[in-house]
């Protein structure tokens, strides 16, 4: 597991020097902070983009081990659209299964062309 993790890390050490000069990225955890399997990916991917000062991280909970509806998931997108329009990303983290089907299912909805990275998909 933890040399999965190291992989992740450094691809996205492969993908920093793409992203300088003031780059936004939005990471979308499918559990919620306390869940320890997906903090210490948060944690892993916040030292590696705090040491760029021009690299600002956003990270959304989706709280999907306790919350988990076709009803809730509506919401989420809702809510998400909203915090769009005035924010934009130049780089979207899904963090395992949930973050992944949400994002697939509700792309053309929430983003235009921003690139997407997947970790953490069984």
Known sequence: ???????CFMLLLNVIPLLAHDKNILIINSYHRGF???DDVILGM??????????????????????????????LRELYKLQLQKNRYDLI??????????????????????????????
């Open 1 to 7: 597991m933890k040399k999965a993790i190291l992989l």
């Open 36 to 38: 320890q399997w997906s």
């Open 46 to 75: 916040e030292r590696v983009f705090y040491t760029h000062p021009d690299i600002k991280i956003n990270i959304w909970y989706m709280d999907s081990k306790r919350i988990n509806s076709e009803e809730y998931y509506a919401k």
């Open 93 to 122: 983290i899904a963090v395992d299964n949930f973050a992944y089907d949400f994002v697939i299912k509700y792309y053309h909805e929430l983003f235009t062309n921003e690139p997407i990275l997947f970790t953490g998909l069984e």
